[in-house]
């Protein structure tokens, strides 16, 4: 299983962060777990191109989470991926209208030469070949959805924007890669979103293995993010950086 950072940074433009971005590997499969603006020229960077991937896996409908839907979708009508495999897109309820939304704004992005299941789902559990997954509500919008991956005895979940919820642990919990928001330092905690020290604490409760901190906010430059979370989780804490490849 392999998680590549495509996107560890936010909405406010940087220029070392594009937005939330993540590629999972596991099973024979490519999922995306979001798909922020540069996702696909992060994968393309990642050496992935676009008709490798499976699946992808909105935990919210934020622009900054979901912007490179409509230009893969545009990809994919290329003729160069006739014929390639279905292509899954999952989100809480409100992913159909989205979609519909999308092509009617940009009809050319309607599938051709391929299938597009796209599904609305809700807490609970589904397989995508031998990967299992399973979905969580988070605190942060009415449509928010943490995502647990699990493979051949390994695991890895990702929170999504987060705030403060019980259910971030229950995502988290003995899981082997924990990628988890920390867009604010301590001290400057914003409503919806976590710190650095409030990330940590969810992983501990969890007793997560690894603690991946990223959708970090210009707000963090300057601050020892690793410092802050290491004063609630003892355990290892990585700093999520764009192209950053993690294996577990």
């Known amino acids: 299983m392999q998680v590549t950072i495509l996107g560890s940074g936010t909405a406010i433009p940087v220029p070392d962060r594009f937005p939330a971005g993540y590629l999972l590997r596991a099973a024979g499969q490519h999922v995306l777990v979001?798909?922020?603006?540069?996702?696909?020229?992060?994968?393309?960077?990642?050496?992935?191109?676009?008709?490798?991937?499976?699946?992808?896996?909105?935990?919210?409908?934020?622009?900054?989470?979901?912007?490179?839907?409509?230009?893969?979708?545009?990809?994919?009508r290329n003729p160069r991926y006739a014929g390639r495999k279905p292509l899954h897109v999952f989100a809480a309820a409100g992913l159909e209208r989205f979609v519909r939304t999308l092509t009617e704004v940009w009809p050319w992005i309607q599938p051709k030469d391929y299938q597009l299941h796209v599904r609305e789902i809700g807490p609970g559990e589904l397989s995508l070949g031998q990967l299992q997954v399973r979905a969580v509500?988070?605190?942060?919008?009415?449509?928010?959805?943490?995502?647990?991956?699990?493979?051949?005895?390994?695991?890895?979940?990702?929170?999504?924007?987060?705030?403060?919820?019980?259910?971030?642990?229950?995502?988290?919990?003995?899981?082997?890669?924990?990628v988890c928001e920390a867009a604010f330092p301590d001290g400057g905690r914003v409503e919806g979103h976590l710190t650095p020290g409030l990330a940590g604490a969810h992983a501990a409760r969890a007793a997560a293995r690894l603690l991946v901190l990223t959708h970090f906010y210009p707000?963090?430059?300057?601050?020892?993010?690793?410092?802050?979370?290491?004063?609630?989780?003892?355990?290892?804490?990585?700093?999520?950086?764009?192209?950053?490849?993690?294996?577990?």
């Open 34 to 76: 979001d798909c922020g603006p540069g996702t696909l020229r992060r994968l393309a960077q990642a050496g992935i191109g676009v008709e490798a991937i499976d699946a992808v896996f909105l935990t919210h409908f934020h622009t900054d989470h979901c912007a490179d839907l409509g230009p893969l979708l545009f990809a994919l």
């Open 137 to 178: 509500p988070i605190r942060h919008t009415a449509q928010s959805l943490g995502y647990r991956f699990t493979q051949g005895g390994r695991s890895a979940a990702f929170s999504g924007d987060a705030d403060e919820c019980d259910e971030l642990v229950e995502l988290a919990r003995d899981v082997d890669l924990f």
């Open 219 to 248: 707000e963090c430059d300057g601050h020892d993010l690793q410092a802050q979370a290491a004063r609630t989780f003892a355990g290892r804490i990585v700093l999520a950086r764009d192209l950053l490849l993690l294996s577990v």
